[in-house]
């Protein structure tokens, strides 16, 4: 019980705050939006147990409770409870005007008030997500039935929810136990339902993320598994004997506290063993994330969490998901590369890497340009000039991989060189590149700029070399774009507590998502049936700011 008075004191505290904060609201305002609110369980939870409609006792009750404890006045609009949570946390999510929420702050069964959030569209790699091949189908592999696979624990209580587009029967198996999906906050946020013309109201991953992460966490053996043919071998999940449970929380706009915590709270319910969040905001407080509020009440029930430490490295503190009762976990190298060699006219050989899906280009050495030269430093789309890149490789400044390539290839140009950020070092991620091209460090990139300025004709090639595995350099480094510590909250708890392999790994992909996430890129790959607890999507990270003359 130690910890638990831990965190009620952190309520408490935080109960004063908002009530600091709170002075000098007017009641005029009916700008509605979605609370979270914790209660103190002796006095305001309804007593728990198990019932197939638990939800709906629990809104019931809650519903009821802010009736009594809102006076007359304040009465109007009638609050509409969102979620109630009785495991991951002791409480409740509504709609509320402003001054409803103010004014229940100051009661003595609540314990906090927090508007939900949405959790800022976390800047993730695409290329450190990887495909796979249409040809394999890794993804419905992945999670296929395994027959030497037990049934999983007794003590489980998950199912699989079906929907017009999930298909429970045929997607879940002895592998695929679970499949639920949480939007109440989302809709409330938006509020109006989802558009299911844009979106899957359902357990399917529409994103690619969520699919990935749950099939190399413990995706199922799958034998002759590549991306274009790179990484060929089996691959399978890090627990291949592992049963898995997908929670999917965030949706197109983003993922709000209120469903996160949902998540959480049907996940200890359905008693999983482990929870596995590849997910995290940059919260000001521990006291108000829902992913440590809820992993706090996991842990209390012998549940293991581990988190994302986050993709907003090398900086210092840009590690989420600080608290010290769950596994942080942050990203380093393997010892498998795939170099993509940019050979220029003057002889020298720049290593670069690549997940180009054809053929090498010419052996002999083709025409050179910086994109500087052709009307779009950043290569942007519709800005290159036709007559100065066609039939030429480009060299463009740091930007998006993807939507660079797909430029140069609407301009005519036949191959592209793109920088890896400074900050990186010699440190590069693969892309899942649509055209002939290399990913090079910010230093060659620069050597391979002045070729452009001071070759009479430059003329370049790109040999792509497959997969090699290499010592050189040594492997496991963390990654660069792995967040990092010291922990922002309390720098004596450290964090990442470890890292494990997270670049250029082989995992399931979603059919509903290209793997570079363009719609102009069409390797969509076979259709994925799973969503499990996810990061937001893919955002192209272009950085202007950075500039290969320097
Ligand atoms: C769901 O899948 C099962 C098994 O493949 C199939 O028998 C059933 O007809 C499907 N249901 C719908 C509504 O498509
Ligand atoms: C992958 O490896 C298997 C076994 O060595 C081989 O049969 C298959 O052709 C390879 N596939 C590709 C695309 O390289």
Known sequence: MGLGKTLLVVFSLLHALVLATSVGVEHAADDVSTYII????????PPTHASQCMDQLAIAHYTSFLQGILPSHLSEPTPRLVYAYSHAATG?????AKHQATHIVHHPSILAVFPDKRNELQTTLSPSFLGLSPSN????????????LPPPPSTFRGRCISTPSFNATAYCNNKLVGAKYFCRGYEAALGHPIDETQESKSPLDTEGHGTHTASTAAGSAVPGANLFGYANGTAQGMAVRAHIAVYKVCWAKGCYDSDILAGMDEAIADRVNVI???????????????????????????????AAAGNDGPDMSTANNLAPWMVTVGASSINRRFPANVILGNGETYVGTSLYSGRNTAASLIPLVYSGDAGSRLCEPGKLSRNIVIGK?????????????????QAGGVGAIVPSRNVYGQFFLSSPDLIPASTVTFADANAIYSYTQSAANPVARIEFRGTMISQSPSAPRVAAFSSRGPNRFVAEILKPDIIAPGVDILAAWTGENSPSSLSIDTTLVEKSFVVPVCNPPLVPVVQPGLRIRD
């Open 276 to 306: 596995s969040l590849s997910l995290g905001g940059r919260s000001e407080q521990l006291y108000n994330e829902p992913t440590s509020v809820g992993a706090f009440n996991a842990i209390r029930r012998g549940i293991f969490v581990s």
């Open 38 to 45: 914790h209660v103190a369980h002796v006095h305001a939870a």
């Open 393 to 409: 490789i480009v060299l463009c400044e740091i930007g998006y991989a993807p939507t660079q390539e797909a430029a140069v290839q």
């Open 92 to 96: 409740f999510a509504a709609k509320l």
């Open 137 to 148: 189908g890794l993804n419905r592999r992945s999670f296929t039935a395994d027959p030497s």
